[in-house]
């Protein structure tokens, strides 16, 4: 049990003198207070917690348990004579029901129940939804008798959200009047969401936004580049910019002049540090540095490519930063029950595909996703059902059904995910922005847009 006690300035100050006077000032009656009634250390036991989770066949589930929170550390401070969690439990913990474990300077410890003092045992059920009030007895030998001291105030606290569970808000941006996006790939930037689209009559589009704390400023700006040909999927973030691929070359939004010579790219593909990988007309993946010129390349897998729509993640290794591990994800074919899934790793220079059709892969679904985010990637489809996690790479996947959750009816405002989609195009991003919050944005064919975020990823002011 660890116990943070505030300074004593002075020992004296336990022993306080209160003095109350008639209305007429010449009358008093001096109050001594024991200096021996503190309270030395505060620990609660074993509570009940009530857990929501997703059964296998999606049907929602609830059930309690108990869990020991005996390890949770409280401070005594003994000068404003507060005793409380700075760390809050979780939210759905029950605490009408507490047995405290309580050491004082005396064995008397008093508490105030129904307006009226009531002594402690250690086996009291205490509730604890408000505040509680303390005092500990101790004799005064001055007096030859007992008193109570200073009285203690005793919080628990408890997080009025669940920190691990998802929370939503809604967006009614609009991308312009009539504009619906038949097509489109979002990428996060400097604060900003950058969203290439196609709409219904073909032509390419680019819209920005801003962000902050979780929230959208100033609505959405055209940004559409005059150049022809823009592969709205090759969309991504290098080198501090947004590049993309047109007509076989490289390109970012900073200007219209093509970086670098090559003139047979297809897609783009990760980011490998300084590098860029992309992928060419002839099944190949190229390295291409800051500017635009190939460093190396390899042949990528017979029968498979890169183009359309894919997902990356791509990080060093953890032994050597100078290796670099790529994995992406794409629909896989219409014969296949789970997704495809590639990975790649910098030193070896080859190509793998995971082996499809194995139950713990990932399950294919209609425009699927794939993230990273809270430690894990995760993937999804366009029908918001479930969120996939995994922590080998990709390799093996697990449905989440605790607190990774999509919202499966009208709750706190929010619809299903699919109420906003409206049978349309949609696209994700990830803003991991350290203390402006952890987002993941969902942005829909008109232009509004859906956020989730852990409550603990929340932003911290």
């Known amino acids: 049990m660890k ?90 913990v029950d605490i009408t029901r507490v047995v405290a474990s309580i050491s004082a300077d005396y064995d008397a410890i008093y508490y105030e129940k129904d307006g009226k003092d009531t002594i402690w045992t250690s086996a009291d059920s205490l509730d604890f939804t408000k505040p509680l009030t303390f005092k500990v007895m101790s004799y005064i030998p001055s007096l030859n008798q007992f008193k109570t001291g200073y009285p203690y105030q005793v919080t628990v606290n408890v997080h009025k959200l669940n920190p691990d569970s998802l929370v939503w808000k809604n967006f009614s941006n609009s991308f312009g009047q009539d504009v619906v996006l038949s097509k489109q790939k979002a990428v996060y930037h400097n604060s900003r969401i950058y969203v290439f689209g196609e709409t219904q009559t073909g032509n390419t589009k680019v819209y920005t936004s801003e962000t902050d704390r979780g929230n959208i400023i100033n609505g959405w700006t055209d940004v559409t580049p005059e150049i022809a040909g823009i592969n709205i999927y090759s969309a991504m973030v290098f080198n501090n910019d947004v590049y993309y691929i047109a007509e076989g070359g490289l390109y970012n939004l900073s200007s219209t002049s093509k970086i670098g010579t090559e003139t047979n790219l297809s897609n783009l593909v990760s980011v490998n540090g300084q590098d860029i990988l992309a992928y060419t007309n002839d099944n190949k993946v190229v390295k291409l540095n800051a500017y635009g010129e190939k460093e190396s390349e390899c042949d990528f897998i017979d029968g498979e490519n890169l183009n359309g729509n894919i997902s990356y993640i791509s990080y060093p290794a953890a032994h050597n930063t100078s290796l670099w591990r790529t994995v992406v994800m794409k629909n896989g074919a219409e014969a296949d029950t789970t997704a495809t899934v590639f990975s790649y790793i910098s030193s070896d220079n080859e190509w793998v595909k995971f082996q499809p059709n194995n139950p713990t892969t990932c399950p294919n679904q209609n425009n699927i996703s794939m993230i990273a985010y809270d430690g894990k990637i995760f993937a999804y489809g366009e029908d918001f059902d479930y969120f996939y996690s995994s922590l080998d790479n990709g390799l093996n996947w697990k449905e989440e059904t605790e607190y990774m959750v999509f919202p499966s009816e009208n709750k706190n405002g929010i619809d299903k995910l699919t109420t906003y989609r409206q049978n349309g195009s949609y696209s994700t991003v990830v803003e991991d922005n350290g203390n402006k919050g952890s987002f993941i944005w969902f942005i829909w064919q008109d232009g509004s847009m859906t956020r989730a975020i852990l409550n603990r990823l929340m932003p911290k002011e």
């Open 3 to 92: 116990i943070r006690i505030l300074p004593i300035l002075v020992a004296g100050l336990m022993a306080a003198t209160a003095f109350l006077s008639s209305c007429l000032g010449s009358d008093y009656e001096e109050i001594e207070y024991p200096s021996t009634s503190s309270i030395k250390s505060f620990s609660i036991g074993t509570l009940y917690q009530t857990f929501y989770v997703k059964s296998s066949k999606g049907e929602d589930s609830v059930y309690t348990d108990t869990v020991s929170y005996a390890d949770v550390p409280f401070t005594i401070d003994q000068i404003n004579r507060r005793i409380y969690n700075n760390d809050s439990l979780p939210k759905d």
